[in-house]
């Protein structure tokens, strides 16, 4: 796996980088492909409509809103999935804040970007062991009516604390800190790309894209 620099320029928000600042971008990316690689695992289940969201029964979960309902409407399977840099990662942004806060902020942003490829690899990997399904855009807890407050159950769902190390705090935020959970439906059908925008996204009144006047929507 290797990390897309112009994702990682994008979660810089550096949209015009300068020379310089590629080229710290660039080391900052190749010392992490050095160090790490992006861990991930997934649980597939049946998914069955219901009027309070989508049950999974395989993974004993229920994913309550209209945004599960939307995404999986013609899927028969849904995929879980997390993906974690690790916690190698949180100690090396951490010496890196205490040195450069500017080199941290690029680390941080590679970060991102990595754990997209770690995400990009599983979806890769779905796909081959079902290439006769289509697979949807993936979408997380915290998306729209989806709400953060599936995280415990969903990570004991894929058994992320063993297989990965990555537990949820109190606050249903993830550690280690670079750490992402998605679903993905399977369907018989080609999938359009259902729900996106800022109108959907659970942190639209307090994001640093809009601050900016971009976007993390590509």
Known sequence: MIIDVSEALRYLGATKADGETMQAVEQAAAELEARLVPRYVYKISHAEQTENGVHLPEAGLLLPGKLAQNMLQACNRAVLLCCTLGA?????????????????????????AYVEAGCEEA????????????????????YGDLPLSVQPDFLAAVDAGKRLGVVVTDTCL??????????????????????????YCALKGNCAYRERGTSCEI
């Open 123 to 142: 979806e890769k990997e779905i796909a081959a062991r079902y290439p006769d399904m289509y697979l949807t855009d993936r979408f997380s807890p915290g």
């Open 88 to 112: 190698e990662f949180d100690r090396m942004l951490c010496m890196a804040q205490a040195r450069d806060m500017a080199k941290a902020a690029i680390l941080n942003a590679c970060g991102s």
């Open 174 to 199: 993830m550690l280690p800190a670079k750490s992402v959970t998605a679903i993905i439906g399977l369907s018989n059908t080609p999938q359009p790309a259902r729900i996106r925008g800022c109108g």
